[in-house]
């Protein structure tokens, strides 16, 4: 799932940091065993802060949809962190399966709750 600029969102922050998560993402997709542990745990310290900048985002312009945006969130973060804990011990084959799936959900995400936050924070007063 490499960048492709239709992801932007036209909010210069969000799209910066989603082009670091996926870049993320696709270097998991062939990174080495030997790679894999330390670009899963990047991952999952870029998107602890990817979504903790959107939560303060989502505050800022009083966001409809706050409470199911942050609910994915931590669904995610928990994955990260469960699989994360698999990784540290050795067994990779679970988060390699997991992070083949993330392509998937990150398009989905982008285009419903990611679009939405954006159309948000576009209408925002200057």
């Not at 990779?92 to 679009?115: C, E, I, N, Q, V």
């Amino acid at each position: 799932m490499p960048w492709d600029e239709r992801m932007a969102l036209g909010v210069a922050d969000m799209d910066a940091t989603h082009q670091e998560f996926v870049a993320l993402a696709d270097a998991l997709q062939t990174a080495s065993d030997d790679e894999f542990p330390a670009l899963f745990k990047q991952l999952a310290e870029h998107t602890r802060a990817h979504f903790e900048h959107e939560g303060k985002l989502m505050k800022a312009c009083r966001f409809p949809a706050i409470g199911e945006h942050n609910s994915e969130h931590l669904r995610v973060l928990g994955e990260l962190a469960h699989f994360g804990r698999g990784v540290a011990a050795g067994r990779l084959k679970s988060a390699r399966d997991y992070a083949r799936g993330l392509p998937a959900w990150f398009a989905t995400h982008l285009a419903t709750m990611d679009a939405a936050l954006a159309a948000s924070l576009k209408r925002m007063p200057p």
